[in-house]
């Protein structure tokens, strides 16, 4: 009887240590997809950007800034994706791909980006919804501008001929 006890608590823990192996691979495999589809997102904002006339001036933009706790100074940085050029205007660009990230009603996409544009202090935000493949221009009201806008990307005129003649085609066909 002793036997079959030390065998169930070893297979016990067997199984509990090979949930804990298979959970943490899950996870890191997981992160790594994650980590993989961000880093694409980036490079597709930056041809997206283009597309809109914006030039792309730098990447991983880092800044700092100080604010206080209990009269003590704490400094602190913050990177942005990109920061880019339009019209003589500069942007903070912030790359997002997920599934609720790219909407600026997200709770931390907004405070990052009313953080960002405290701390770096442009002529505006660009919320890069790589979802949608869109562009938000997000302003968040202080100098009286307006709340943000949907810039719809640009349809070529390769993809409409290639749509016409594909509709064409099937209406042959039918």
Known sequence: MTVYILFGVAFLAIGGWVAIRLRHWFATRTMQRRFAIGARAEVDAVELLERHGYTVRDGQVRASNVFLVDGEPVSYYVRADYLADKDGQV???????????????????????????????????????????????????????????????????????????????LGLLL
């Open 91 to 169: 942007f903070v660009v912030e790359v997002k791909s997920g599934d609720t990230a790219p909407n600026p009603k997200h709770s931390a996409t907004r405070r990052q980006l009313l953080e960002y544009q405290h701390v770096y202090q442009t002529d505006g935000l660009i919320l890069a919804d790589m979802r949608e493949g869109v562009l938000l221009k997000v302003d968040f009201g202080l100098d009286g501008g307006a709340v943000w806008e949907r810039q719809v990307p640009s349809v070529s005129w390769k993809a409409l001929a290639l749509a016409g003649g594909a509709g064409l085609l």
